[in-house]
């Protein structure tokens, strides 16, 4: 069953015609990728679908229910949570000030706490710094707080911008894990990334995407050996 | 009640009443320095001789026995300065604008409470009214202060600012302005409707005009008095008890923390659920009753106001933000602080270390050199952080 459904989507940035005419698809407890070169409109969609921007034309049905014009923290209610591109986290906020910020709409505190502490088993990391700003941290703990973070909602759909950005292959690798382990457990995940290889090596389906419009759309099996993706993507002759 | 204290948090509590207390400690002993090291100076120049000669004191007892009258002044505007700052730097922090119509949420803050005292004075509450009584009266006039003024910045926040905030920076900043013009003439308009005049006076009632004198001592040939008067114990007890609790609002609860990520990443901050514009409508609506508070207090401590009663202090708190690091609650506690107490220090003593040649109402000079300084060689303030210009 189809958990997150774009159809005809076009995105304005001013004057810059950035989608024209997305439509994907999403279905509950898949791994799905959007992968191509940058400015092609990954993070695009991934706003477009969040509600930090809303598409002109075309609808985004989530769960059944059109959700093109909702707001950002409206959206965040339905159980879908963006970690955006760069991990936004807030630099003067503590880690545990910033995991609280991930349950805000959560008014039970217990509840938030349960979650916080399975954050930290997730990553233990983050459990010595809680009480450190997140400004502090190094790259790869920020990216492991902005998924501890989002975490904090129990989403059924999470939407991951480009997690790998600026980290050692190693904590990629773990990173990776963690996505695949969350997905294991019933969460959807759709993810942006620059990492093709890395992603089509966990994802189920993937979409190829070129200047706002999707080129291919296959299993990530088919993608790996697409000739052209592998050319374009993957850094094979 | 052990589980409610168990959600309190104690050092956020502690932490500003601390910070108060070095900040007002820190400058009365700076300040006082530097006016007895000026006086021991002048001592031995012609300003010594001549005070000598006409009041038979020497520079430096006249400064010692005006210096405890003089740091309690500086507290008490510097304590009132540092609430109107707050509002500056607050909106400053979510939207990264100087919403210069702040002067006129103070006034009309002002002018809200001195008129409800006043209609309780006319109406013959005041003039029998128990020190209970008067200080009810005097609280619920601070209130309602505090609930126009917030309902008037939020207001404004809705018509003025919002429908600008994709805007260029400078455009909302000039339409502050224009607001900020707007709400003066309101304010005319709506005095000389109502009561045809401009100047309006704080009514007299309760004990706020009287002082409490701790003592007297002699030295050399004159009598040191050292006393406060009750409205400035009154306007520094709220101000502390007001920044105290708007420290512990922005640190320690939920909505302060959601205020807080969005200053630092709106976009961000609606992605964790957090309703951005409603947070933006809280900031104004906690700065505005800040800023409509310290409007009574001021009214309290200087008893006339008018129309234009918000330029100077609103002009002043400014620089107070400018000088703490705007967008800093702390800085604006300290910059606040170390304004009124600069300011109130150059206007008691200028007139004597200058022969009369430059009296107090010179005295704005410091203020403002202070904000050209502060922007020429630390633009990011005393306690802000250089984080370059923000896209």
Redesign the interface.
């Known amino acids: 069953m189809s958990l997150l459904k774009l159809e005809n989507v076009h995105s304005y940035y001013g004057r810059i015609h950035a989608l024209k005419g997305i439509s994907i698809e999403v279905n509950k407890g898949e791994i799905v990728t959007l992968i191509g070169s940058n400015g092609a409109g990954k993070s695009t969609i991934l706003r477009t679908i969040?509600?930090?921007m809303h598409p002109k034309k075309g609808s985004v049905e989530y769960n059944g229910k059109n959700i093109s014009q909702t707001?950002?923290?409206d959206i965040?209610?339905s159980g879908m949570?963006?970690v955006?591109e760069g991990r936004?986290i807030?630099?003067?906020?503590t880690v545990k000030?910033n995991l609280?910020?991930?349950a805000?709409?959560l008014r039970d505190r217990s509840l938030t706490e349960e979650r916080m502490e399975y954050g930290c088993t997730l990553f233990p990391r983050l459990k010595e710094r809680l009480g450190q700003y997140g400004g502090t941290l190094s790259g790869g703990e920020q990216q492991m707080l902005a998924i501890a973070?989002a975490l904090m909602?129990d989403p059924d759909l999470l939407m991951l911008d480009e997690p790998s950005m600026g980290l050692a292959p190693i904590l990629v690798e773990l990173i990776f894990d963690i996505i695949k382990t969350l997905n294991d457990k019933g969460t959807t995940i759709l993810l942006v990334e620059q990492n093709a290889l890395m992603a089509l090596s966990i994802a189920h389906r993937g979409y190829v995407l070129q200047t706002g419009e999707i080129t291919v759309s296959d299993t990530a099996a088919n993608l790996k050996n697409n000739t052209e993706v592998q050319k374009a993507y993957l850094g094979m002759d | 009640m052990k589980g409610f204290l168990k959600y309190v948090n104690v050092t956020e509590i502690v932490r500003p009443i601390g910070q108060l207390l070095a900040f007002s400690c820190g400058s009365a002993v700076v300040m006082s320095a530097i006016a007895i090291g000026i006086a021991l100076m002048l001592d031995k120049t012609a300003v010594g001789v001549d005070l000598l000669d006409r009041y038979n004191v020497s520079v430096y007892t006249y400064t010692m026995i005006n210096l405890p009258q003089v740091v309690i002044d500086g507290l008490t505007i510097g304590f009132v300065y540092a609430a109107i700052a707050l509002g500056y730097t607050m909106v400053y922090g979510v939207l990264e604008f100087i919403n210069f119509a702040h002067s006129e949420i103070f006034a009309v803050g002002a002018f809200v409470g001195v008129e409800l005292l006043i209609a309780l004075d006319s109406s013959g509450m005041l003039a029998g009214a128990s020190l209970g009584m008067a200080y009810s009266y005097l609280i619920l006039a601070i209130l309602m202060g505090m609930l126009a003024a917030g309902g008037l910045a939020m207001t404004v926040e809705r018509v003025a600012y919002r429908p600008l905030r994709g805007a260029s920076r400078l455009v909302p900043l000039i339409s502050a302005i224009g607001v900020s013009f707007f709400l003066q003439d309101v304010i005319r308009l709506v005095e000389s409707l109502t009561t045809g005049q401009f100047n309006r006076i704080m009514p007299t009632f309760g004990n706020f005009d009287q002082r409490i004198v701790f003592g007297k001592f002699a030295m050399g040939t004159s009598n040191i008095t050292l006393g406060i008067s009750v409205k400035s114990i009154v306007v520094i007890v709220s101000a502390v008890l007001m920044l105290v609790a708007l420290n512990y609002l922005v640190n320690a609860t939920r909505i302060g923390k959601a205020i807080r990520a969005v200053a630092q990443d709106r976009n961000t901050a609606s992605l964790m659920g957090i309703n951005v514009n409603r947070i933006i409508s809280t900031t104004f609506l906690v700065g505005g009753m800040l800023g409509g508070a310290a409007g009574v207090l001021y009214a309290l401590k200087f008893t006339r106001i008018d129309p234009f009663v918000g330029f100077f202090p609103g002009l002043k708190a400014f620089t107070a933000a400018v000088l703490g690091g705007i967008g800093n609650l702390t800085g604006a506690l300290l910059g606040g602080i170390v304004l009124g107490m600069l300011e109130t220090f150059a206007g008691s003593y200028m007139g004597i270390f200058t022969m009369g040649a430059a009296g107090s109402e010179y005295k704005d000079i410091f203020a403002f050199s202070i904000l050209i300084l502060v922007l020429i060689f630390r633009p990011q303030g005393l306690m802000g952080k250089n984080v370059g210009q923000k896209a």
């Open positions: 969040s509600g930090m707001a950002p923290h965040v209610m949570v963006h955006p936004g807030f630099p003067t906020l000030e609280e910020m991930g805000f709409t973070r909602m």
